[in-house]
């Protein structure tokens, strides 16, 4: 009769500690104001007593998934999904080799190592243009000549027009007709138009 007695009162010190005596005390609510009698003598621990890891997680909630994620889920995690995002490594289909000089670059793109010469010759026709010409504002068309060019064309294509002359013959990938003039800028009076054949292009 005397224990559930002790502990119906025990409950209710614990009660009115939590609900009462907290928002008073600046200490964590913890129930030290239980009388010695509520508590069982398997409550105190000795200060010599071992240390046991156990006896702290008693009653404890582990914050753990409480379902086992499926195999199918472990593998779309690791490997993707073709549909969705695949993160196995696979062969590059979208891989073509250069017809001009062999190397291999992506399908919509410019070849790199072809690039690169353009790149490099017009760096040298920048540097031309601003060694003859100066930083003076351009007035006049400039037509850029490469050695041995200079007889080809007859005085009324240099009129108006200030001549570049390189020191070099022309690459045989520069095409004679990337300098020519066109679009809205073009000369309308002449509409007359020359293709020129795959062979006369450098």
Known sequence: M??????????????????YLTP???????????PVLAQSSQ?????????????IFDGFLWGVPTCRRSAEKRMMRK??????????LLPRKDIKT????????????LCPNCYSKVKAETTVLQEKMVKELGLDPIDKEVAVVYQGEKNQFDNEFFKGKKV????KPRPKWF???????SGPNSDLSNTETTAIKPHDLG
């Open 98 to 109: 250069c017809g001009t000089c062999g190397h291999h670059h992506e399908i919509g793109r």
């Open 24 to 34: 008073l005390l600046s200490r964590p609510s913890v129930p030290q104001w239980m």
């Open 43 to 55: 409550q105190f621990v000795e200060k010599d007593a071992p240390f046991d890891i156990n006896s």
């Open 164 to 167: 570049i002359e390189m020191e």
């Open 79 to 88: 490997f993707g999904a073709p549909n969705w995002h695949n993160k196995l």
């Open 2 to 19: 005397a224990g559930p007695m002790l502990k119906y009162l025990s409950d209710a010190l614990v009660k009115f500690e939590y609900v």
């Open 175 to 181: 095409s004679k007709n990337l300098l020519q003039k």
